[in-house]
Structures are given as C-alpha cells and as structure tokens.
C-alpha cells in the first residue's frame, strides 16, 4: 500500500472534483473560480494529471513558466501549489515525538525507522521484527504512521484519534463526523494529546481528506 496518492493516477478531472467537493477554508476559495477553464488550459499544455502538475509548479521558474504557457495567473498557480502540497502530508521523524523515550527511538533508528512513512511501509509488507519494540509501543506508532497520511493530521492529533478508537486511515474515512469529533474530544480530555478544541466543521473535512489516502 502506498504512503501517499498516486500523483500519475489523479487527473484533472478528479483534482477538480476534488476542490469542488472539499469544504475549502476561506484562503482557498479562489481556487474555484473559473476553475473548469483553468483545468483545460492545464491540459492544453499538456499537464494530464496531478504528478504533471506538481512537476510544473515544484521551482519558481517552472510556475512562472506555466503560468506564461497556460494564461493562469502566477498567484493563482502559488495558491494551487500549496493546497495540493497539503495532499501528500511530510512524513514525521520519531526523534520530534517527545513523549517517545531515546531507547525507543534509537531502537526504531537501527531498524532503519525513523520516520512515519519508513514504519508504515515496514508495517504494510510485514518487515517488522517482533523484537524492536514494546508490542504496545509498537502497535501505537504503526497507527500513528497510518494516521498522518491524512491531510492536517500531526502525531499529536493521531494519537488522540488512536485513542478514540480510529487506528486507520480507512476508518477515519468510513465515520460519521458527529461520533468521531466526540470521541476524540472525549479522549483529549484526559490525556492531553493537544491543546485547545477541534470542532465538528474540521472533522468533516478530516472524513473527507481520509478518503483520498490509499
């Protein structure tokens, strides 16, 4: 199973339904505009897919290249970059996880682990020796590696919805937005994963995001 999306499998059509269904924060609600005709003139230079689009936007001089090529606006394209970046969430090193202890982490790091991705691809093709870990321990980190496949989830967010329950992408995507905002509240509240409060609006776009993750 893969970490990410497949970039080369996602074409326009599906970037474009993707924008449309998602309830977008405010800074990003000029992407809809015009956006049918902003998609073909991608593909009129030959962007096919979502992999073709991040290749053009990856350096200033690539953006500012197909901005002139396809008539979009450089700020438009900036704007584009950025939330389509949110798609494919960086992978979380161990060693920034500070309620992990150092002989835990420099277990992981002999076992060529140190971060979420490298764990979740062990974890997906059985590579994990029974022995690096605390089963436990172990069991908390390959959820927390799932977790953070999804857009806006950091290790400290994955852990409260581990403890409310939802240890997997896939069954973050399959719940109902009531239940899961207060399960993880209820788990929050004595732990302390994170500060401050989530609210229903956010775990909707949580739902949706974790529906795209492979």
């Not at 991608?42 to 992999?51: I, T, Y």
């Not at 581990?162 to 788990?187: C, H, M």
């Amino acid at each position: 199973m893969d970490y990410h999306i497949d970039g080369h499998s996602t074409d326009l059509a599906a970037l474009q339904k993707r924008l449309q269904s998602t309830d977008l924060i405010p800074s990003q609600e000029p992407l809809l505009d015009d956006i049918t005709e902003k998609m073909s003139a991608l593909a009129a230079v030959g962007v096919n897919n979502l992999a073709d689009l991040r290749a053009g936007l990856n350096s200033p001089k690539a953006l500012a290249a197909l901005s002139r090529s396809s008539g979009i606006s450089a700020d438009y394209l900036k704007l584009l970059k950025r939330t389509i970046n949110g798609f494919f969430p960086k992978s979380r090193l161990f060693k920034d996880m500070d309620w992990l202890d150092k002989n835990t982490i420099l277990n992981l790091k002999q076992a060529g682990l140190e971060n979420t991705h490298q764990l979740f691809d062990a974890a997906s093709h059985g590579a994990i020796g029974s022995a690096i870990l605390d089963k436990g321990i172990l069991s908390e980190l390959v959820a927390i590696s799932d977790l953070c496949r999804v857009q806006w989830v950091s290790p400290n967010y994955a852990r409260a919805i581990a403890a409310a329950g939802f240890k997997q992408a896939s069954e973050v995507a399959r719940a109902d937005p009531e239940t899961l905002t207060n399960a993880i509240a209820s788990a929050n509240e004595g732990a302390k994963f994170y500060k401050g409060k989530v609210g229903l609006r956010d775990v909707r776009r949580l739902v949706m995001a974790a529906g795209y993750v492979p």
